[in-house]
């Protein structure tokens, strides 16, 4: 029991400081820096732990039971025959085969079957599934697959090799390199020998294949093209006597000779005509320019004309220019110039007489060349029609004799090919060179088993660690008034500590267990006497979202400790449904609350005088009658105040009973109890709400059940409150004793942190 200093009388006059709550709460960023991980690690150390375990168990085995693996590989190319490189038309063609085409071959059916019954494959138990003893996880799952499939699978044959080759080929690695036609043959197997020999009996058998199928391909293409080589006879055959009948039929003239002499004539005729179509056109133009024309001095300007007209026309431009030399010194009326003009009408009309004859001319020789040409043109285009149908002719026998020819192309390229076939199957499949054959491997495959376990060991750590954190997402529940500052309305009280013993097996914890909870019930008193006003409230209500959140033991331990400070105190178990308190305090009445609220009994008949010094009302027995009092409660607080106690209700979870929003309305101050790690913000802020009136303007929140040593290795603001220094604080181990003998020194600091929480 804890002795206190406290005056009996608690509303003394008190000084005018200003009293504010002792947790000033401000939210922290949520940082996730190094010491953060290693927090992390610190208090999910039992969880990665397991999880590691459980991981590394099964892993741990798997690598205990792996066998040594030994791989062998060769390295080949793959060529064309030497001769048909040589034979190819194309110089520039390449000799090597195509790589992924091989790689295929290489990894055919066929081969596999052969290389198993070569090697005897198929009697190894590594590759034959019936040959292998079943492990316990096979048996099992055989019988729980027995037990929902109706027709059991049979169990495959031992000499059987379909369940061999899917073993085969999971061993088997054939693969070509991308910058190089260089393919690689691989086999990973137990025996080092076997390793060895499957690359090497896998390119013989290749080989074999490769020629034997050859061979066949061979004779199925030469039979082939022997039938359409007689088919190709006949139609040759064919073609060349329909060019021949067609000849001889139509008269067609083949000799050169004659044909250029037709077409010399062609050419004469056709030149003719377009000389004398040459003259039509000049001579049309001479008479156009000449009928156009009023003044035949100037028409004749612009054409041809005989010697005569031009002569004339000379003569008419002097007399015109004499004419013009003569004005120029006399008058037009002197008698040179009148004789010269007369002179000049003369030899104009002597001109226009003259042109007239030679138009008449021109128009007898046009008649004369329309006659002409059309006569030629009779002739052309007789020889036009004679020149088209031997061109017909020639050309449908030019078609005949194509046809022929192609047909005897034809005949020639089978016969090539049957050739080609022949001097083919005279040479091998394929050429190949092996750059390094497969040979026995010294050392076994991959990595040794202290590799794989270390490997797994840092993996089902990582896995461990990943889940933990995950687990510290997912985390919803209160556990630092960090989380809920962001709620209004709400006083931080202290954190609370577990008060069992078992919970901290170590020294450091064990010893100092019940002092640090002490320590707190006084921290959440002092904070309802700060806030309100400096003096402890009349009334005050403890309750809690859920249940099982030690809203009990708060409420009974706040009572002992007013009790032990000389305040008179009546603690209520508030809780009608399912309150507990009595099996502490043993009061052994008859009655309760419950009886009283239902006029069943006095106030005098459920108040139990404990000898700790606290007043206790049990709950009395349940009961779904009709509630006579229904101000009952605010008449106990109301007794109780008038006695100088204060009151302090142990209510029933707020979310699963209306009494408690009702009563947390008529108390002076409400205490709501938050579990760490278990009560959900959700659920805390919720229960805010209902508990939400003008006279809880703020309601007080505690913290219980703080696991210490995992608290102070969370990053919150009040986690320094269990630091490892404060727990040396509270172990009574860690006194230092000066060489004088005197008080010890951490006996001085207990001492005023004792007196400044109770005044």
């Given at each position: 029991?804890?002795?206190?200093?406290?005056?009996?009388?608690?509303?003394?006059?008190?000084?005018?400081?200003?009293?504010?709550?002792?947790?000033?709460?401000?939210?922290?960023?949520?940082?996730?820096?190094?010491?953060?991980?290693?927090?992390?690690?610190?208090?999910?150390?039992?969880?990665?732990?397991?999880?590691?375990?459980?991981?590394?168990?099964?892993?741990?085995?798997?690598?205990?039971?792996?066998?040594?693996?030994?791989?062998?590989?060769?390295?080949?190319?793959?060529?064309?025959?030497?001769?048909?490189?040589?034979?190819?038309?194309?110089?520039?063609?390449?000799?090597?085969?195509?790589?992924?085409?091989?790689?295929?071959?290489?990894?055919?059916?066929?081969?596999?079957?052969?290389?198993?019954?070569?090697?005897?494959?198929?009697?190894?138990?590594?590759?034959?599934?019936?040959?292998?003893?079943?492990?316990?996880?096979?048996?099992?799952?055989?019988?729980?697959?027995?037990?929902?499939?109706?027709?059991?699978?049979?169990?495959?044959?031992?000499?059987?090799?379909?369940?061999?080759?899917?073993?085969?080929?999971?061993?088997?690695?054939?693969?070509?390199?991308?910058?190089?036609?260089?393919?690689?043959?691989?086999?990973?197997?137990?025996?080092?020998?076997?390793?060895?020999?499957?690359?090497?009996?896998?390119?013989?058998?290749?080989?074999?294949?490769?020629?034997?199928?050859?061979?066949?391909?061979?004779?199925?293409?030469?039979?082939?093209?022997?039938?359409?080589?007689?088919?190709?006879?006949?139609?040759?055959?064919?073609?060349?006597?329909?060019?021949?009948?067609?000849?001889?039929?139509?008269?067609?003239?083949?000799?050169?000779?004659?044909?250029?002499?037709?077409?010399?004539?062609?050419?004469?005729?056709?030149?003719?005509?377009?000389?004398?179509?040459?003259?039509?056109?000049?001579?049309?133009?001479?008479?156009?320019?000449?009928?156009?024309?009023?003044?035949?001095?100037?028409?004749?300007?612009?054409?041809?004309?005989?010697?005569?007209?031009?002569?004339?026309?000379?003569?008419?431009?002097?007399?015109?220019?004499?004419?013009?030399?003569?004005?120029?010194?006399?008058?037009?009326?002197?008698?040179?110039?009148?004789?010269?003009?007369?002179?000049?009408?003369?030899?104009?009309?002597?001109?226009?007489?003259?042109?007239?004859?030679?138009?008449?001319?021109?128009?007898?020789?046009?008649?004369?060349?329309?006659?002409?040409?059309?006569?030629?043109?009779?002739?052309?285009?007789?020889?036009?029609?004679?020149?088209?149908?031997?061109?017909?002719?020639?050309?449908?026998?030019?078609?005949?004799?194509?046809?022929?020819?192609?047909?005897?192309?034809?005949?020639?390229?089978?016969?090539?090919?049957?050739?080609?076939?022949?001097?083919?199957?005279?040479?091998?499949?394929?050429?190949?060179?092996?750059?390094?054959?497969?040979?026995?491997?010294?050392?076994?495959?991959?990595?040794?088993?202290?590799?794989?376990?270390?490997?797994?060991?840092?993996?089902?750590?990582?896995g461990a660690v990943t889940v933990a954190l995950m687990i510290e997402m997912w985390d919803r529940t209160v556990r630092s008034f960090d989380q809920i500052a962001g709620m209004t309305r709400t006083i931080p009280a202290g954190l609370i500590p577990s008060r069992g013993r078992n919970e901290y097996p170590t020294t450091l914890f064990g010893q100092m267990q019940v002092r640090m909870f002490d320590e707190a019930i006084r921290t959440v008193m002092l904070s309802l006497k700060q806030s309100n006003g400096g003096k402890l409230p009349n009334s005050i209500v403890v309750t809690s979202a859920h249940s099982g959140e030690g809203k009990s033991l708060v409420a009974r331990s706040l009572a002992l400790e007013l009790a032990a400070s000389g305040i008179p105190v009546l603690l209520v178990d508030g809780d009608l449904a399912r309150g507990k308190l009595d099996s502490f305090f043993r009061s052994g009445l008859m009655y309760g609350l419950n009886e009283f609220l239902n006029g069943e009994s006095g106030i005098r008949d459920i108040v139990y005088h404990h000898p700790s010094g606290v007043d206790f009302i049990p709950s009395g027995k349940f009961s779904l009658q009709r509630r006579a009092r229904a101000n009952g409660l605010a008449e106990i607080i109301e007794m109780a105040g008038a006695a100088g106690r204060i009151v302090i209700f142990d209510s029933a979870p707020v979310l699963a009973s209306a009494d408690t929003v009702h009563l947390t309305a008529l108390a002076e101050r409400t205490l709501a109890v938050?579990?760490?790690?278990?009560?959900?913000?959700?659920?805390?802020?919720?229960?805010?709400?209902?508990?939400?009136?003008?006279?809880?303007?703020?309601?007080?929140?505690?913290?219980?059940?703080?696991?210490?040593?995992?608290?102070?290795?969370?990053?919150?603001?009040?986690?320094?409150?269990?630091?490892?220094?404060?727990?040396?604080?509270?172990?009574?181990?860690?006194?230092?004793?000066?060489?004088?003998?005197?008080?010890?020194?951490?006996?001085?600091?207990?001492?005023?942190?004792?007196?400044?929480?109770?005044?």
């Amino acid at each position: 029991m804890t002795i206190s200093t406290l005056p009996p009388d608690r509303n003394l006059p008190i000084s005018p400081m200003r009293y504010d709550p002792r947790f000033q709460v401000e939210t922290k960023a949520d940082n996730f820096d190094l010491a953060s991980a290693v927090r992390l690690l610190r208090r999910r150390m039992i969880m990665i732990i397991t999880i590691s375990v459980l991981l590394l168990v099964p892993a741990a085995i798997m690598i205990s039971g792996m066998k040594p693996v030994y791989q062998a590989w060769a390295r080949v190319i793959i060529h064309q025959p030497l001769a048909t490189s040589l034979g190819a038309e194309d110089s520039s063609r390449s000799d090597l085969l195509d790589a992924k085409s091989e790689t295929e071959r290489l990894l055919s059916r066929s081969i596999a079957e052969r290389v198993i019954r070569d090697l005897r494959i198929n009697l190894r138990p590594e590759f034959n599934p019936a040959l292998r003893k079943l492990s316990f996880i096979q048996r099992v799952r055989a019988k729980l697959r027995g037990l929902f499939d109706t027709e059991k699978p049979s169990p495959p044959a031992r000499d059987s090799i379909d369940a061999v080759i899917p073993e085969y080929f999971s061993a088997l690695g054939v693969w070509h390199e991308d910058k190089s036609d260089v393919i690689q043959i691989s086999f990973t197997t137990s025996d080092p020998e076997l390793a060895a020999a499957v690359p090497n009996r896998v390119v013989s058998v290749y080989l074999d294949e490769r020629k034997d199928s050859m061979s066949g391909r061979l004779d199925l293409a030469e039979e082939w093209i022997r039938q359409r080589i007689t088919e190709q006879q006949a139609r040759t055959v064919i073609a060349r006597d329909a060019a021949r009948n067609y000849q001889e039929s139509m008269d067609v003239i083949s000799k050169e000779d004659a044909q250029d002499e037709r077409i010399k004539s062609l050419i004469e005729i056709t030149g003719r005509e377009g000389k004398i179509e040459e003259s039509r056109v000049e001579v049309r133009a001479t008479i156009a320019t000449l009928e156009a024309a009023d003044n035949a001095s100037v028409a004749v300007q612009n054409i041809a004309v005989p010697d005569n007209i031009t002569t004339k026309q000379r003569d008419l431009r002097a007399q015109e220019q004499d004419l013009a030399r003569l004005l120029e010194t006399y008058d037009g009326n002197a008698q040179a110039v009148v004789d010269l003009r007369g002179d000049i009408e003369k030899s104009r009309a002597d001109l226009n007489l003259a042109t007239k004859q030679y138009l008449q001319t021109m128009r007898a020789k046009l008649a004369a060349l329309d006659h002409e040409a059309a006569a030629v043109q009779s002739i052309l285009d007789v020889a036009h029609e004679k020149r088209t149908r031997e061109a017909l002719a020639q050309t449908e026998l030019t078609r005949l004799q194509r046809i022929a020819d192609k047909e005897q192309a034809a005949l020639d390229k089978l016969e090539d090919q049957r050739r080609d076939l022949a001097a083919k199957a005279m040479l091998p499949g394929a050429e190949l060179e092996i750059l390094s054959p497969a040979s026995v491997p010294l050392a076994s495959q991959g990595r040794g088993r202290l590799f794989y376990l270390v490997g797994a060991f840092l993996a089902a750590i990582s896995g461990a660690v990943t889940v933990a954190l995950m687990i510290e997402m997912w985390d919803r529940t209160v556990r630092s008034f960090d989380q809920i500052a962001g709620m209004t309305r709400t006083i931080p009280a202290g954190l609370i500590p577990s008060r069992g013993r078992n919970e901290y097996p170590t020294t450091l914890f064990g010893q100092m267990q019940v002092r640090m909870f002490d320590e707190a019930i006084r921290t959440v008193m002092l904070s309802l006497k700060q806030s309100n006003g400096g003096k402890l409230p009349n009334s005050i209500v403890v309750t809690s979202a859920h249940s099982g959140e030690g809203k009990s033991l708060v409420a009974r331990s706040l009572a002992l400790e007013l009790a032990a400070s000389g305040i008179p105190v009546l603690l209520v178990d508030g809780d009608l449904a399912r309150g507990k308190l009595d099996s502490f305090f043993r009061s052994g009445l008859m009655y309760g609350l419950n009886e009283f609220l239902n006029g069943e009994s006095g106030i005098r008949d459920i108040v139990y005088h404990h000898p700790s010094g606290v007043d206790f009302i049990p709950s009395g027995k349940f009961s779904l009658q009709r509630r006579a009092r229904a101000n009952g409660l605010a008449e106990i607080i109301e007794m109780a105040g008038a006695a100088g106690r204060i009151v302090i209700f142990d209510s029933a979870p707020v979310l699963a009973s209306a009494d408690t929003v009702h009563l947390t309305a008529l108390a002076e101050r409400t205490l709501a109890v938050v579990r760490w790690g278990k009560t959900s913000r959700r659920a805390v802020e919720f229960s805010l709400q209902q508990m939400k009136s003008s006279r809880n303007s703020e309601i007080h929140v505690a913290i219980n059940n703080v696991n210490a040593k995992n608290h102070a290795l969370y990053n919150f603001s009040d986690s320094e409150l269990f630091s490892r220094s404060l727990m040396k604080y509270y172990d009574p181990k860690q006194e230092y004793i000066t060489h004088n003998g005197n008080r010890s020194i951490l006996g001085i600091v207990r001492t005023m942190k004792h007196h400044i929480l109770l005044h």
